[in-house]
Each structure stands twice: as structure tokens, then as C-alpha cells.
């Protein structure tokens, strides 16, 4: 599987972006696809994760309310609709895709990236 992720960009604090993460290859019904960011000097973490199959949303604390995770199962994409956004949400955002729902929230557990995006928010 290869990912594809896009739709960063600059944008000003309370703006919106929405990102893309166009999968080649073929996605089962038990796969996850999240998001993950990476602010310059600090570690990847979670932002959010979906369900293939079901379209069960799931989110780290500090974008609920504001992000949303959505699915085109014929397209293969997956979506991050970003909005309120902070300049602390500024990060290279990546899409990542594993088998199962267990242990989602943890980076190490998906199996194949895409490339990142850049997102930056002003203040």
C-alpha cells in the first residue's frame, strides 16, 4: 500500500484546511487509517484515526471538537477537515494505515506512511 497525503498549506489562526490521504492498493475491511503530526523538535503524535469499514472516528483531546475524519471508501481517501485552527496545530501531518483497531493511538503500530504534509498555522 502506498499513501499519498496532501492539502497542506499557511493558513491564519481560526482558518481551515483540509487534508488528503489517497491510499494505492487495496484496503480491508479490518484496516485503520490515522493521522499523525510532527512539530519541528518533538515527537510524532496522534491526531486522529478511522475505521475502514465501519467509519469509527477517533481523536487525540486536544483536536476533538475541532477536526473531523472522513472515508471515500471507492476513492481510497481518507480526509482531515481541520478547522479553529492554532498555531500550536502547526506540523508536518501524515497519514498512516494499520490492520485492526487495537492500539491505534500508537504510531509504531501502523505499517505503511504516506509522505507528510506541511500544515502552518499563524497567529
Known amino acids: 500500500v502506498q499513501l499519498q497525503a496532501s492539502g497542506g498549506g499557511l493558513v491564519q489562526a481560526g482558518g481551515s484546511l483540509r487534508l488528503s490521504c489517497v491510499a494505492s492498493?487495496?484496503?480491508?475491511?479490518?484496516?485503520?487509517m490515522g493521522w499523525f503530526r510532527q512539530a519541528s523538535g518533538k515527537e510524532r503524535t496522534f491526531v486522529g484515526a478511522?475505521?475502514?469499514?465501519?467509519?469509527?472516528?477517533y481523536y487525540a483531546d486536544s483536536v476533538k471538537g475541532r477536526f473531523t475524519i472522513s472515508r471515500d471508501n471507492a476513492k481510497n481517501t481518507v480526509y482531515l477537515q481541520m478547522n479553529s485552527l492554532k498555531p500550536e496545530d502547526t506540523a508536518v501531518y501524515y497519514c498512516?494505515?494499520?490492520?485492526?483497531?487495537?492500539?491505534?493511538?500508537?504510531?509504531?503500530?501502523?505499517?505503511?506512511w504516506g509522505q507528510g504534509t506541511q500544515v502552518t498555522v499563524s497567529s
Open positions: 492498493g487495496r484496503i480491508f475491511a479490518n484496516n485503520v
Open positions: 478511522i475505521t475502514w469499514s465501519g467509519g469509527s472516528e
Open positions: 498512516a494505515v494499520k490492520s485492526g483497531s487495537f492500539d491505534l493511538f500508537l504510531d509504531n503500530k501502523y505499517d505503511y
